[in-house]
T-cell receptor, first 115, second 110 residues
Framework: EADIYQTPRYLVIGTGKKITLECSQT?????MYWYQQDPGMELHLIHY???????EKGDLSSESTVSRIRTEHFPLTLESARPSHTSQYLC??????????????FGPGTRLTVL | GQSLEQPSEVTAVEGAIVQINCTYQ??????LSWYQQHDGGAPTFLSY????GLEETGRFSSFLSRSDSYGYLLLQELQMKDSASYFC???????????FGQGTELSVKP
């Protein structure tokens, strides 16, 4: 059973506010990911990390930033939220593969609405 | 660029068998995964193929043909709880990122 947590689950906030979406996992996984998903659409990778102090931008350009100071924690920050940031944000983690699938375990997501 | 194609929606009845296809064109290929997502919740891993052939996990099976850049997910003995979105995803390299398809919404009718 995967143990990956996201808070808050739902967030409604006004334009221009700074927000941080939290993601934590207790599995000791080296790799962590942030995806953005609009309703009924595919998951777009916006950030990923292969270990502490390692972060990379994903395939979808995003104005958000991330940090990875501890293995278990991978927060995502928006300095100034805009209505275009309204979406669901999913966090995932995976272990380094041992020749098998690099299964990703997902958190429940944060549904962000920016007014 | 990278592209994965899968049908946007499929409808089937309880007890039936349904196949969800996925074709891909990617710059690299290490394996094909399938994930299930209920109502926009957390996607959960279903199956993985790195080599050609069929992998069976209970009611779910997944097939891969690397030469055809094609795979499918087969769901047998459909149940109402199988109504969900199903995503195929390509691993570009070992331990690398996943590229997801647009998802197939499966509706199971009584």
């Amino acid at each position: 059973e995967a143990d990956i947590y996201q808070t808050p689950r739902y967030l409604v906030i006004g334009t221009g506010k700074k927000i941080t979406l939290e993601c934590s996992q207790t599995m000791g996984h080296d790799k962590m990911y942030w995806y953005q998903q609009d309703p009924g659409m595919e998951l777009h990778l916006i950030h990923y990390s292969y270990g502490v102090n390692s972060t990379e931008k994903g395939d979808l350009s995003s104005e958000s930033t991330v940090s990875r100071i501890r293995t278990e924690h991978f927060p995502l920050t928006l300095e100034s939220a805009r209505p275009s940031h309204t979406s669901q944000y999913l966090c995932a983690s995976s272990a380094a593969p041992a020749g098998g699938s690099d299964t990703q375990y997902f958190g429940p997501g944060t549904r962000l609405t920016v007014l | 660029g990278q592209s994965l194609e899968q049908p946007s929606e499929v409808t089937a009845v309880e007890g039936a068998i349904v196949q969800i296809n996925c074709t891909y064109q990617t710059s690299g290929f290490y394996g094909l995964s399938w994930y299930q997502q209920h109502d926009g919740g957390a996607p959960t891993f279903l199956s993985y193929n790195a080599l050609d052939g069929l992998e069976e996990t209970g009611r779910f099976s997944s097939f891969l043909s690397r030469s055809d850049s094609y795979g499918y997910l087969l769901l047998q003995e459909l149940q109402m709880k199988d109504s969900a979105s199903y995503f195929c995803a390509v691993s570009l390299n070992q331990g690398g990122k996943l590229i997801f398809g647009q998802g197939t919404e499966l509706s199971v009718k009584p």
